[in-house]
C-alpha cells in the first residue's frame, strides 16, 4: 500500500474551530525529509490555508524519493493554462514524481469567496482536465493549442511561454470526489480518485468504484489508484486520545453541514442529522455541531485507536479497497519518530493486489 501525508505530522483540522497546529512553512522541507528517511512513499498537500504549489516546491527542493502531490488543489478559479504551468514547473523541479491532485469545491465557496460563476461541476472538470492535458500536449509534442469547449476556446501559444518539453511528461491528475458522477468523470478522464474523508468503505464499495468503472468504459484500470483521506483519531495513550476524538467528532459533524457532501451521510441512513447539521450551520451555531455526531455515528466515519493498535485498523478499515492510504502521527521526539516508521512499514509491506481488483470489478484480470 503507498503511504501518504499532510502536513503538519498528525493534522486533524477541527474544520469548526482553529486547529492547535498550522502548517509552519518553514518546517515544510525538514519534515518532508523526515518523511522520506521513514520510509513514507508520498506528501500531498490540501489548498485551505497556504498555496499547495508552494509548499510542493518546498519539499521538491529537500527531498529525492518521496512522491508529492496537490491532494487536492482547487481547480475551477485557476485557468487551465495556470494550473498546467504549476504542475509542469513542479514535475520539473521533483524530477517527475508530482500528482496533480484536483477538487471542485462546493457552490456557495465557488461563488462567494471565489467570485465566479457556478456550473455542473462534474462536466465542468471532464473539460478543465482534457484542457490541461491539451497544454500538457502543445509543450511537450508541439502540438497546437487547440482546445474548444463549452468552458475554455484555448488557441494561442507563442514561444515566450512555452516552457518546451521536460523529462518526465505524465503527470498523474486524480480527482476528490464524492458524488457518482464526478467519480465517473475520474473513471473516464483521470488516474485516480481521492475520496472524501466522509467516503466510508461500504460507499466506496457499492457508490464510488461502479461510477469508476461505469466511466472508465473499454479504458483500463490497472494502474488507476483510490487514494482514501481517512478521517484518523490517533495518539500515544487513551487520555490524549480523547483530544483527537473531539476534533474527529467536529470534522465529521463539519461535514454533515456541508450539502455537497449529504450523499454519503445519506448511504447510512443518516438524513435526519445532515439535516440538523446545516440548519445549524446555517444558523452559525458552530459549537452545537459536534453534540449531533454519537459513538456510533463517530465509529461510523472515523479510524480510532492509540498508536500501537490504529495500523492494524486502518488496514482492517480500508486494506482491501484502496491503493493509497493517507496517515501520520505528531513527531516531537526519537519515540514518535521509531512509532512512525514502524507505522510507515505496517502499512507499506500491505498487499494492495485486494484493492486494485475492486477497483477494476471484484474478479476481474487487471
Not at 519534515?31 to 490540501?46: N, Q
Not at 480527482?175 to 465517473?184: D, K, Q
Not at 468523470?185 to 480518485?193: L, P, R, S
Not at 474523508?197 to 461500504?202: D, G, H, K
Amino acid at each position: 500500500m503507498h503511504l501518504e501525508t499532510l502536513l503538519p505530522l498528525g493534522k486533524v483540522d477541527p474544520g469548526l474551530r482553529a486547529p492547535e497546529r498550522t502548517l509552519d512553512l518553514a518546517s515544510v522541507a525538514a519534515d518532508a525529509a523526515l518523511l522520506e528517511e521513514v520510509g513514507y512513499g508520498g506528501l500531498v498537500v490540501e489548498e485551505t490555508k497556504d498555496d499547495p504549489f508552494v509548499v510542493m516546491a518546498l519539499a521538491a527542493q529537500a527531498t529525492t524519493r518521496l512522491r508529492l502531490g496537490t491532494a487536492v488543489a482547487i481547480a475551477f478559479p485557476r485557468s487551465p493554462t495556470v494550473t498546467a504551468l504549476s504542475a509542469w514547473t513542479i514535475q520539473k523541479l521533483s524530477g517527475g514524481r508530482f500528482t496533480l491532485g484536483l477538487g471542485t469545491q462546493v457552490r456557495g465557496h465557488v461563488r462567494r469567496r471565489y467570485g465566479m460563476q457556478w456550473h455542473p461541476p462534474g462536466p465542468w472538470m471532464r473539460e478543465y482536465v482534457g484542457a490541461v492535458r491539451a497544454v500538457w500536449d502543445c509543450w511537450q509534442h508541439g502540438t497546437p493549442l487547440e482546445f474548444h469547449g463549452e468552458h475554455y476556446d484555448l488557441s494561442l501559444m507563442v514561444p515566450l511561454f512555452d516552457p518546451g518539453p521536460i523529462a518526465h511528461p505524465a503527470i498523474p491528475v486524480h480527482l476528490a470526489a464524492v458524488n457518482p458522477y464526478l467519480c465517473r468523470v475520474a473513471g473516464e478522464v483521470a488516474d485516480g480518485v481521492r475520496p472524501h474523508p466522509v467516503c466510508t468503505p461500504s460507499y466506496i464499495r457499492e457508490v464510488m468504484l461502479p461510477a469508476v468503472r461505469r466511466g472508465a468504459g473499454d479504458r483500463s484500470l490497472a494502474d488507476f489508484r483510490v487514494a482514501m483521506k481517512p478521517l484518523v483519531a490517533t495518539a500515544r495513550t487513551d487520555a490524549e486520545l480523547e483530544t483527537r476524538i473531539r476534533d474527529a467528532r467536529a470534522r465529521i459533524a463539519f461535514y454533515a453541514s456541508t450539502p455537497g457532501y449529504v450523499r454519503a451521510f445519506s448511504h447510512l441512513g443518516l438524513d435526519d442529522l445532515a439535516a440538523h447539521a446545516q440548519q445549524l450551520s446555517k444558523q452559525q451555531r458552530w459549537e452545537e455541531l459536534p453534540a449531533l455526531v454519537d459513538d456510533d455515528v463517530l465509529d461510523r466515519f472515523a479510524v480510532i485507536g492509540t498508536h500501537d493498535e490504529i495500523g492494524a485498523r486502518l488496514l482492517d478499515r480500508f486494506g482491501d479497497l484502496v491503493t493509497d492510504c493517507e496517515f501520520s502521527i505528531a513527531v516531537h521526539d526519537d519515540t514518535d519518530r521509531a512509532t512512525l516508521a514502524g507505522l510507515a512499514a505496517t502499512l507499506r509491506a500491505h498487499d494492495d493486489g485486494a484493492g486494485r481488483r475492486e477497483i477494476i470489478g471484484g474478479n476481474g484480470q487487471m
